[in-house]
């Protein structure tokens, strides 16, 4: 016999009937709060299990929890493996946590697992799965600079529903609007769920001698964030990713590389093992030393000639081992009309066989406007623009433009 609580399912609304979601509560004041939101997700049609700490269970009862979700309320793991079982993509849509301390969001982003909740957490970074993030703590706590770093990077893989800051506290955002950010987040379309993408992404390192190289300055940040996007979609990402600066995001198959060559090996090798989609962010180097002196080059040297030799160009290369995979190709020119950018993105794409390039100017407006970029895509039917964005704005007008690329593709 079902539980009695569970009758209030969907009888406000059903955007999210046949949903599961595991609501993580932590010892926060603001614990009792997530007895709401529990019911509230209930009667949009949600099932809810919920998981506390042992400091979140002095505050509201388990049998509390229990009572409003209809189903047994975890406190400590035992032998039924509940953080493998609940952080699995096939048996939970979403991981929320409400409220999240400072302490649990700290333990999550270092991959402390000391409580049922951490260990859920931790698991679920690793495979991927969609997570919410609901803060609530003291401002001078939300401030703190290891606090900050923390949410930074946990932000790469988790969503964060902002708090509201008022009378000193980082109060946890009302359950009406976590309520929206979860459907919001869990009905968002994923046409590209469950494929197998190749991510090449970051700079290349080409080595002079064991102690100097020649590099360029490529973040890797394009690559990386599509990456996150990819793996919040519930796609199998792979990522070949070269001396970077940014941080890959949890939940991909990483592959670090250093030089060009080292990359090309590691590309085609994995662009040949059944990949749907592979996209080359990657800003290898175009030349690379034609020697490598073993021993250091001695610095009171008056000058230095290094001969460079061409390398060769990884993506024309993919489609002889790949096969009929959707091939998206990445373009940067400096300084040129749009005209002559597409005509150059253009004859990449014939060159590689692409599908589509995404192409841009790293230096048109980048000095007057440099938190914003600008990318023009280019396939066989057109081109579009994403227009003068944030980054992570231009990364989903990629996705975007990829999903529908996938999804015009004959079946």
Known sequence: MDHPSLDITGTDGKELLGKKIVLCVTGSVAAYRAVELARLLMRHGGTVRCVLTPSAAELITPQYMTWATGHPAIVSLGGDMEHISLADRHNTDLILVYPATANTISKMACGIDDTAVSTILTTALGSGMPILVCPAMHDSLYVNPAVRRNIEFLERSVRFAPPTITEGKAKAAEPEEVLDTVIQTISRTAPLRGRRVLVVAGPTLERIDPVRA???????????????????????????????????????????????????????????????????????????????????????????????????????????????????????????????????????MKEADADMVIANDVGDGYQSDPENNRVIIVDREGHSSSGRKQKEDVVRFIKQKIEEKWTARPR
């Open 214 to 348: 020649v590099t360029n300055m490529s973040s890797g940040l394009t690559g990386v964030l599509l990456a996150s996007e990819l793996v919040l979609d519930g796609c199998d990402v792979t990522m070949v990713y070269g001396p970077g600066r940014e941080r890959p995001p949890s939940g991909v198959r990483l592959i670090s590389v250093t030089s060009t060559a080292e990359m090309m090996e590691a590309t085609l090798r994995e662009a040949s093992n059944d990949q749907d989609i592979i996209v080359m962010a990657a800003a290898a180097a175009d030349y690379t030393p034609s020697e490598y002196n073993r021993s250091k080059i001695d610095s009171e040297l008056s000058g230095l000639d290094i001969k460079m030799s061409k390398t060769p160009k990884i993506i024309d290369r993919i489609r002889v081992v790949a096969g009929d995979v959707l091939l998206v190709g990445f373009k940067a020119e400096v300084n040129i009309s749009d005209e002559d950018l597409i005509e150059s993105a253009r004859q990449k």
